[in-house]
């Protein structure tokens, strides 16, 4: 395990084991459904909806997780703690992953996302996106959207092809007491998801899901506390860390960037092009990217980063000569890398919001250009710039950062500004003169 891992891990439905040995009877379990077996297709719709019920009864809860992924047959257990209150406040917290934690990952009254770094990083707090790669787990389930209700209705969602199934009465289960068994399956009958339910409670104490036919992921549930008492100052984790250059000003605003033009864009019509005023924020944005771009080839193209961390976004001008009495995390180029990297993320998430109102131009814009050419390279360009924010995200991940890769990843992006800079231009001077 990474000691600069900053990636939050778990799947939210999970609890820590009991000590009960179900760890080792369910990593042997296969994708033959147990409910065909013991009484044969039965509907599980009317099981899931009294899940569904139940969580959404629950105004405030929390629970501790365990979750073991697999990977050559490997298992990686990691815990964490999930605190919900209504509307839709959320915290999650890694308590056992190695290095990692301490992270925690909170969704604000505001409907901010932020995110702290625990382990080697720990006080760097991050703005992210609600799409961010940093909230997916290893499972491909998102941190923010791990409440129960919305991790049961996903299993509602039923795709073509596959079909619900229950027992209708609690059954045996492997290192567990008689429990009710939801299954996912497809087709075949081979199980896609598995929940071992509470006959009690109602509520999942274990959730598989299967890939081809092997076991992916494990969940064990215990200790759910609902109804309980968590202040509003949980879902709080303060500003951003920001940083500070000897060469440049003091970049952050990003996220406030971010903020207003995906609330602009909110509010606007999509079926008309882009305002004025709209696409002077657009081109602060994507020049606001270049910005973190060059600035970070310039933090890993040397031999140290010549850049300061300020804890709570107070970046000042004491700071940026070192002079500072904040902790010193200057020489932590993965803090670095995770501030700007989750910076661009925000600012492309935001950028493509404007692409149904540039598709509305290119349709009204003329034959010489043709239908949807320029909506279409707008998102192929945000497309590899994502493509390569994951690859700066995954330099967390390793002992230390390549400054190779992080170069080339923030030169890859810059030729993707420009691209999105033309098409742009091709929007400001058709609407001058329109």
Known sequence: MNKNSFRPFILAIAIISSGTGAFAASDKQTAESIVIGKFGPLDGSALLKTLIEKAKSMRSYWYESTLTTYSKKKG??????????????????ALAAGNRTGSVVVRQPDGKIKAKAGGFMGGVTVSLAPTSKLLKTSNGYSVVESDLASLLEGVSKVPAGEKLLATPKPCAYPGLPP?????????????HQRLAVDSDSKMPIEWLIFQQ????????????????????????????TTLACA??????????????????????????????????????????????????????????????????GNASSDLAQGNSTEPNLGKSKDAV?????????????????????????????????????????????????????ANLYGNLDKSAPDSKSVCDEAGKITLEVAKLQTVLKWISDQSKTN
């Not at 494990?218 to 984790?237: C, Q, R, W, Y």
């Open 337 to 389: 890398l995770l501030i700007r990297a989750a910076s661009i993320e925000a600012m492309s998430t935001a950028l493509r919001s404007a692409a149904p109102a540039i598709r509305s131009f290119d349709a009204t814009a003329g034959k010489d250009i043709g239908s949807d050419v320029l909506a279409d390279q707008w998102q192929k360009s945000l497309d590899r710039i994502d493509e390569s924010i």
């Open 76 to 93: 990686v257990t990691e815990r964490g703690r999930f605190y919900f209150k209504t509307p839709n406040l959320m915290r999650f917290e």
């Open 179 to 191: 429990v009710y068994i939801l299954e996912l399956v497809g087709d075949d009958n081979r199980v």
């Open 213 to 240: 036919d092997e076991l992916n992921s494990l969940v064990h549930v215990e200790k759910l506390i609902s109804n309980a008492d968590i202040t509003d100052s949980m879902f709080f984790l303060g500003k951003e």
């Open 247 to 312: 060469e440049t000003k003091t970049i952050g605003s990003a996220a406030v960037m971010s903020e207003s033009l995906r609330r602009k864009l909110e509010t606007f019509d999509n079926n008309v092009p882009l305002n004025a005023e709209i696409i002077l924020d657009v081109r602060a944005t994507i020049e606001q990217v270049k910005l973190e771009c060059d600035q970070l080839n310039r933090d890993f193209s040397s031999s140290q980063a010549n850049v300061r961390v300020a804890s709570n």
